[in-house]
Nanobody, 124 residues
Framework: QVQLVESGGALVQAGGSLRLSCVAS????????MGWFRRAPGKELEFVCG????????YCEASVKDRFTISRDNAKNTVYLQMDSLKPDDTAVYYC?????????????????WGQGTQVTVSS
């Protein structure tokens, strides 16, 4: 059973940057597509970015695509989310997720494994 642990969340000022990490244990993620989701206070879970199993294809939602970058290092069993030019609207709990589907998927029900989340707070 793959377990995912996120880290890197913090309180940051608007315009700042953070890099989130998601480390997997209990199995390799090299055959899984990986994604980042977020849940802002009072809102639904939202897909942010996804990457296919070998890292050749990545996709981010329009609201973040010019500011966020997803990447992965399969040798380290780790996925990253680089977040630049952060805005207060980016405040949320960020979750890492893994899908047995190898291509990029955006639906939460396409993901099989989830981390516990890491809090990102952006102050204005």
């Amino acid at each position: 059973q793959v377990q995912l642990v996120e880290s890197g969340g913090a309180l940051v000022q608007a315009g700042g940057s953070l890099r989130l990490s998601c480390v997997a244990s209990g199995g390799t993620i090299s055959t899984y597509a990986m994604g980042w989701f977020r849940r802002a206070p009072g809102k639904e879970l939202e897909f942010v970015c996804g990457i296919n199993s070998h890292g050749g294809t990545a996709y981010c939602e329009a609201s973040v695509k010019d500011r966020f970058t997803i990447s992965r290092d399969n040798a380290k069993n780790t996925v990253y989310l680089q977040m630049d030019s952060l805005k207060p609207d980016d405040t949320a709990v960020y979750y890492c997720a893994g899908s047995k589907i190898r291509t990029v998927v955006r639906g939460q029900y396409d993901y099989d494994y989830w981390g516990q989340g890491t809090q990102v707070t952006v102050s204005s």
